[in-house]
Every structure is written in C-alpha cells, then in structure tokens.
C-alpha cells in the first residue's frame, strides 16, 4: 500500500541508483507518510496487521536499488511443492499454515533438536536488506527482505569442525503442498552451501518482506535468500538444518546434474546447457526494455568472489 | 448448403480463432499481462501456435474417422492461424525479447538449442503459408501434397522446441507431445497400410 507511493510500477522501478542513505531515508519517510495517511482511514482492529516490520532497521548490504514492484514479487513465484505455474502458486499456496512451526536442527553441531520457529526469532533481531534475485530461469527482480543473517542463527546451533556443508530441507506435507503428488522433482526439496557460504555475512534467513510477513508463496515462515546463487538455492519453508561432511545432494542437482550444478553461482559466463545466462528480464520494467546484462555473482562480487578463489567456475558451476 | 451460409459461418470461425489475440492485445492495454509481460504475449502465442498446428493435422484423421467432409473447408483457415500466431510470436522473440539487438540475438541464439528448434519450425511454416492459396495449389498440382506433408516436420520441431524449453518436463509439453505423436502415427499407420495392401 504506502509501498506503491514508492515504487509505482514500471515507472521507478530498473537501475535507478540512489545515493543508499537518501534513498533508505526517503524511503522511510514516505513509509511514514503514507503509514499515517493509511493509518487514518482504517478501523483500529486492523492496524496491528498491517506492515509487522514497518519499523525493521536497513540492514547492511542491502543494494542502493529501487524495489520490484510487491505485486510483481508476489505473483511469479516458482513453488513446485504446489505447481509449476508462477501465478497459481499464489492461491494454491494459501492452504499452507505456517504457524506454529518448527525447524529440526540436526548432524554436525553441539545443539541440536528441534526449536520453535517464534525462539529463533526472538534470538535473532530483524533487519532489512535489499537484495537482486536472479532466476535460473534469466529473469530477476530487487526484493527488500526482512529477517536475520543466516551465521547469527548456524552460530547458536554451535557446528563442529565436521561440519563442511549445511543443508536445508522444505516441509513434505503432500495434502496440501498438491505438487508433491507428482514427481517434476524428487521431495522433499533440498538445497545446501559449503559451511563458509553459509557463514556468510550475505547469506540471509527472511521472514518476511516488503515490511511485512512472507507470504506463503513466497516461502514462508522461513527461506533462504542466497543473492550471488540463482534463485533455487534460496529454499522456501524450512524444516530441517543439518551440518554434514559431505556436500548434500541437492533436489535439482539430482533433477539435472549437468545443468544444476551444487554452487550455482550467477555467472553469464556459464551458460545453462539450454540457453544463455549473459541477459536478465529484469521484472517490472517496459516491455520496451532491452534485458539486463548479468553479473558475475550477480553484481556481489567484491563481497563473496574470495569464496572461490583458484576454483574453476565452469568446472564448479 | 448456401454459398451465403458457409460464408457467415467462416467468418464467425475466423473471429473466433482470432479471440486468442485480441485477449492478449486488451490484456496489454490494461496491464493484465502479469508481472513478465513479455514472456506471458511470447508463450501465450506459442502456445496458440502450437494449438493451431495440432487441429490442424486433427482435421484429416477427425474427417475421416467420423465421415465429416465438411471439416476440410477449415483446414487452410486453421493452417494460416498456426502461421499467423507463429509469426506474433516470433515477432515477439525479435522485438521484445531481444530488443532487435544483434548482439543479444549472437549471443542467445547459438547457446539454445530450443531456440533454434523453435526458428527452424518457423521456416519450414513460411512456404507453407506462401503456398496455401488456390492459385499456388494449381500451380504446383501434385508437388502441393508433398510440399505440404512438410507440416509433419514442423509439428515434430514444434513439440520439441517446447519439450527442450521447459526446466521439468510435466503437464503441458508432455500434452502436446503425445498428441503430436498420435497425430502423426495416424499418418505413418496409413502410409504403411497402403503399401502393404499395394505390395500384398
């Protein structure tokens, strides 16, 4: 709502580069604004649901970028658990209730078991950060998540020296995650990073955006947001955590181990073995607007290429 | 029936096919092609393309199985949608997609296979629309019927292109394919038939 007055679709949206700080403030402040303006006109029952982290601090990292338009990020969702179709998974991923919730923290750390979701959340203080997605599928768009640093929360659960990787596992409740029911992948869907990945200031847990709670279909309660992978990697509705020595076996590794590879970092020069990943459709802009060129790590480079320093790119893709 | 019958009827069906489009084209003009424009008109048209190459192989066995002559007065109306929706989408691919960059074409063309899958059922479709009016039916008499058996070709390709384009092969590549595959066996059975009745 007070988001619109913001970024209006098509017309803020692309590569408009702000000083961050001005834009951070100019963003709040309209955020108030509207907040007040808003804030008039509906009954007080209401307010309390209306932008759950309107008061999330800018958290570092985030990119001096205009955001996507909300409606475009809520509404092309790839969310397989409930269809292949990016617009159906909107109303089909309702039926998902995402309170109370738990994660199962287990494998190669001091404390494990199982923890509430609402604990995690109270150990870990919400920040906002402003990130690129870029889809596997070369489209992307800008997304201010709201949520915490994946370390704050590895940390807690105390990972030994045995601990390599991390992996993540969604919810598999075929009753109504309909997707299931099929096998376009092999479920539960899994994804993983090397610990140090993990580990990284970037890497970010979100439970929420656009200064409010995910919705469903966007991966709710928990997902990862990885912004120098493709979009796949940042796994929706997290049950599971386990530190392992072994790199995990990932859902689309296994679909397609010579076009999905285990690190799946942005890189145009490493072309999908069907099409090219040198462009982006970058959502929300004209339909006039020639494709974005992709970055290398999708514009996070200078933050996270150290990772992978003496690796072969094409050979680790 | 009437000359003036078949007339009205033929222009309701041409209005009809045509529905697809004009969807599209209100859906542009109010802001209803979702959050990726571009790719909902590139798809939808595809999709209509497709759609349009499948009835139109339906007509013959569908004439012939349940004795309905009178489909074929479609079959040419039908052959130049799949033309017409193909080239919408092709246009689409060039201008919005690529923006009418070279460099972009360079670059994404060669590294996808579907792409180029997708071109080449587009060319074998332009004779075949160039040479679907009467006079041209004339014209090349019995090499019309072989020229046009490149249609088999075509909806070959096509349901490739869509089956490669996909990241997981499910539902609606998996449709077509299958009534890509009966559309064509129904040929292939007939041609053997006919030369094993010829040879026995």
Known sequence: MSFKLLSTKKH???????????????????????????????????????????????????????????????????????????????????????????????????????????????????????????????????????????????????????????????????????????????????????????????????????????????????????????????????????????????????????????????????????????????????????????????????????LYAGMDLKKYF | MSKNYWRLIKTSVFLFFLMPFVGLIFDAIYDQLGANPIETLHFTLGDWALRFLCLGLAITPVRKIFKQNWLSRFRRMIGLYAFFYASMHFLVFIVLDLSLSWEALLDEVPKSPYILMGLLTYLLLIPLAMTSTNAMQKRLGKKWLSLHKLVYVAGTTAVIHYLWLVKTIDGEPIFYASLMFILLSYRLFNYFKARWSLSA
């Open chain 1, 12 to 306: 803020h949206l692309s590569h408009e580069i702000t000083d961050k700080r001005v834009f951070e403030n100019r963003r709040k402040i309209i955020k108030a604004a509207a907040g007040t303006v808003i804030a008039s006109l509906i009954p007080a029952g209401v307010k309390a649901e209306i932008k759950k982290y309107a008061d999330v601090p800018v958290g570092p990292y985030s990119a001096s970028l205009a955001s996507t338009d909300y409606e475009d990020v809520k509404n092309y969702t790839n969310y397989y658990e409930f269809t292949t179709n990016k617009t159906d998974s909107t109303v089909l991923a309702r039926a998902l209730k995402t309170s109370p919730w738990s994660v199962t923290v287990a494998g190669e750390a001091e404390n494990t078991g199982v923890f509430n979701l609402e604990d995690i959340l109270k150990s870990n203080p919400l920040e906002e950060r402003v990130y690129r997605f870029r889809c596997v599928e070369a489209w992307s768009m800008v997304v201010p998540w709201i949520g915490f640093p994946l370390a704050n929360m590895l940390k807690r659960f105390k990972p030994t020296s045995k601990a390599k990787y991390v992996e993540f596992t969604t919810l598999y409740n075929p009753d109504i995650m309909i997707g299931q029911r099929g096998n376009v992948l092999e479920w539960p869907y899994v994804e993983g990073l090397r610990i140090d990945e993990a580990m990284h200031p970037l890497s970010f847990m979100a439970t929420g955006m656009y200064d409010d709670e995910l919705p469903a279909q966007n991966g709710a309660p928990l997902r990862l947001v990885v912004p120098w992978k493709y979009g796949f990697k940042s796994i929706k509705a997290i049950v599971k955590i386990r530190f392992t020595q072994t790199m995990p076996a990932t859902a689309w590794n296994k679909a397609g181990p010579d076009e999905y590879g285990f690190y799946s970092n942005v890189n145009p020069d490493v072309p999908h073995p069907r099409w090219s990943q040198s462009r982006e459709r970058v959502l929300g802009a004209s339909i006039f607007t020639p494709k974005r060129k992709t970055e290398i790590f999708n514009g996070y480079g200078a933050e996270v290429a150290s």
